[in-house]
């Protein structure tokens, strides 16, 4: 039976960029669990171009601990690898190559230990969660936990593997983007009076965003857990104008808010919606009343709220022994699970610092804690 390492190898294999299909990935994993006995349960994008997957080893019934990992990759185009990011590489204690730490690790080594999962009765069951799309904003995911509960049977712990160094993270900030399209009136650029500039509106409203976001980190509480201990606005995208010479008639941008948990980014959203129809509209139609500027909202991912008394926090505590209380900024499949009643937490093999990044690695080190993590667990689920 395959090794956590040799697991890996097979699974980095596959190029599963979110650009592409993650189906042959997915195939694979199906005929591995079918050749131990056990069935899947595939839940396809629209056009069945890509898929996630649902396998309950032991008692198909509620309950049990559920593994979750995305099965998707960041782009490796323009970055300057030293070795095939598609091919595991080993440098000393380091194994390189796209998804080792971002997050192949923790279902590969899951994989591999199915054996000792079958080689007593699991009392509880576990099941496999393998998804797709969550580097693109957490798509996939949505539909298969729209099926637990009904057609999927409910767990009672769900861990996200997501690179925490083997630490229990019990929260992390929410997503949530929107898209702001301004449509202006060309004119030429020495008739700056009988144009709306699209690009120049443009930056006023990010502009204004930026002074959203500087009034929350001047209100940040000290004592937040999260690092920054404030909910952020940020713009990392814009397109615009024609020429230097013409007055430009769209600009576009999105806008990417990572939330607080308890925190509201629809109020942003809202607040932003309102200053725009007070002071810019107005000024807009006084040139083009056809001009305007449309917000859209485009991507939502719930955050992971704390929950130390959760079924959850206690056991992969115990397994694990981290007592510790560790907060992280970035998003997860985890509050989607959350907020659909289910008690989680993300702890995976790998460091985050290495996450989209050329030569992308992880520590033997860590593929080892996740193993033995898992043993452990196995051990609590045959009890």
Known sequence: MPTPLEM??????????SAKSNLDLIHFVQTYLADHGIDST?????????????????????????????????PVT?????????????????????????????????LALLPEMLARPLIRPIHFALSYDEEVGCLGAPDMIHEIGKSLPKPSVVIVGEPTD???????????????????????????????????????LIAKLDEMAKARKAAADPNCKFVPPYTTIHVGQVQGGTAPNIISRQ???VCDIRNLPEDFPEDI????????????????????????????????????????????????????????TTYVPYGTEAGQFQS???????????????????????????IHACEAMLRKLITRCQT
Not at 53 to 70: E, F, I, M, R
Not at 86 to 110: H, I, N, Q, W
Not at 182 to 195: F, I, L, N, P, Y
């Open 78 to 110: 323009g970055q300057p690898w030293d070795t095939d990011p598609f091919e595991l590489v080993k440098k000393g204690s380091r194994y390189y190559g796209r998804g080792t730490c971002d997050m192949k690790a923790f279902p590969a080594t899951a």
């Open 340 to 366: 659909a009643g289910m008690a989680v937490v993300v702890c995976g093999p790998g460091s985050i610092d290495q996450a989209h990044q050329p030569n992308e690695y992880i520590e033997e080190a860590q």
């Open 8 to 17: 890996l190898e097979t699974l980095i294999g596959f190029d599963t960029t």
């Open 166 to 204: 083997m630490k229990v993270v019990s929260a992390h900030k929410g997503m949530w983007f929107f898209r702001v399209v301004v449509t202006g009136k060309e004119a030429h650029s020495s008739q700056t009076h009988r144009g709306v500039s699209a690009v120049m509106t443009g930056a006023r």
């Open 251 to 253: 600009c576009e941008f």
């Open 269 to 324: 959203q809202r607040e932003f919606e309102s200053w725009i129809k007070a002071e810019i509209l107005p000024e807009m139609h006084a040139i083009d009343p056809n001009g305007g500027v449309a917000v859209t909202t485009e991507n939502v991912v719930a955050g992971l709220m704390e929950d130390r008394d959760s079924e959850a926090e206690q056991l992969v505590r115990q397994i694990t022994g981290d007592n510790d």
């Open 42 to 74: 595939l839940v396809h994008n629209q056009d069945k171009s890509k898929a996630n997957l649902w396998a309950t080893v032991g008692p198909k019934q509620p309950g049990g601990v559920c593994l979750s990992g995305h099965t998707d990759v960041v």
